[in-house]
């Protein structure tokens, strides 16, 4: 069936799910390229794909075609890809593993993106998000994970209480901050962690770091103040990492 | 003075600072914002600066006023700050010290400017870009840089020759790529060397390559391919930091 106008009820759906209200509604969210659907298939992701006119991609999923106009209106890039996935949002598992990220309220989407890429490369079981986290399905998160969201187990939740749970369970929690922590470099390494890292601003906020067993810093030159969010998680994550 | 026109001949010139061929004919950049003026100014590099009318800054540089009209198409910004500088491009020095960080091709503008703030943070002496590298004084590098252009070593080459160069110095070439390497974690650390850092797409030119001693990787779970370039030199730089 080839789609062209834009007044359809499916093609709307599709639009919609441009905004995180709806993809809340509905439990589903867009993504695009041929690299982040052959991920999300290879999971069992995608209800359905809308493709450019004449694209092959032999999945085992319903395949719907429009006209390029139509894929212009419901991507979210300049320059649409020709496959457009519609995917069920993640299902997390109870299962935490033994080594865990929580992230207290990062806002920027290629920063989050880009930690779960590297959360994935670093073997982390589960990410936790705090409520206040930039939304996970957000168009320019997605792109930055570079389609390893479908290969963690990643929840949203509230992470006070969650910490609490995590520290009856034995769990060690990390903090960071610039001072006053621990080298990373000469950091006892638990088997059994949590590490939360903090907004791009104003770090962990007083009421979750009064929750840490011990605080990590990154040793670094004192003309430089700081490291971007990602890039220290990044350099956590590796270190941890056996 | 204030400045209300945009016939003026001294705020056409620094307009046309947005354009790479005027700030390579002028041997002058822009920069924008408090944080990256007061770095500027304390290395000697601001010429003078464009406030918004009612802005202070008590620092000893020429300085003139403009209208908000003005300021708004003088900035390269949406948003702009009340404050422009015009900086003197960076004088580089010959002596390169025995940590330098060498960038093949690198094209996007956060990218480099992420890496140019790492390697700040890691106590890289020099950083030789590649001729084909992204323009460095491109206001989205300079903005992910932090501030941190003004406090390292920078010098745009061709990298072949200076390999070549640095090879006879007795500096150990530290190349990258994914597989077929030493794992960082494991690898014997030399006090004098250069470590050579890719294009996002395709990595080290192959002639480069061919003068590389060794090749470093990240050791990462398999179902993650590769990380971004700006993550995968920080974490190199950081371990690379004694």
């Known amino acids: 069936m080839l789609y062209s106008s834009k007044e359809n009820e499916k093609i ?34 995608i209800k359905e794909l809308y493709l450019k006119k004449d694209t092959i991609l ?26 457009i996935g519609v995917c069920y949002k993640l299902k997390p598992i109870n299962e ?24 994935v490369a670093f073997n982390i079981d589960t990410i936790i998000l705090s409520k206040d986290t930039v939304d996970l399905y957000n168009s320019k998160v997605i792109r930055a994970t570079q389609g390893l969201l479908f290969h963690v187990n990643i929840i949203l939740s509230d992470i ?57 810093y990154i040793k670094m030159n004192q003309n430089c103040e700081s490291l971007n969010v990602g890039i220290a998680t990044s350099i956590i994550l590796y270190e941890l990492d056996k």
Chains 1, 2 share one sequence.
């Open 96 to 119: 935490l593993g033994n080594r865990i990220l929580i992230l207290d309220n990062i806002q920027n989407p290629g920063n989050l993106g880009t930690i779960i890429r590297s959360a």
């Open 160 to 216: 006070e209480e969650k910490i609490r749970e995590l520290k009856k369970n034995n769990y060690h929690i990390y903090g960071t901050r610039v001072t006053h922590g621990k080298s990373l470099k000469s950091l006892e390494k638990k088997e059994r962690f949590a590490i939360i890292m903090g907004n791009e601003g104003i770090g962990i906020k007083e009421e979750i770091k009064d929750l840490c067993d011990e605080f990590i």
């Open 12 to 45: 709307k759906m599709v639009r919609k799910l441009h905004k995180k209200k709806y993809r809340d509604q509905q439990g589903l969210f867009l993504i695009e390229g041929e690299h982040l659907v052959l991920e999300a298939y290879k999971k069992g992701y």
């Open 58 to 83: 032999p999945l085992d999923v319903p395949i719907n075609y429009v006209t390029d106009d139509l894929l212009l209106y419901m991507s979210e890039l300049d320059s649409p890809s020709p496959i």
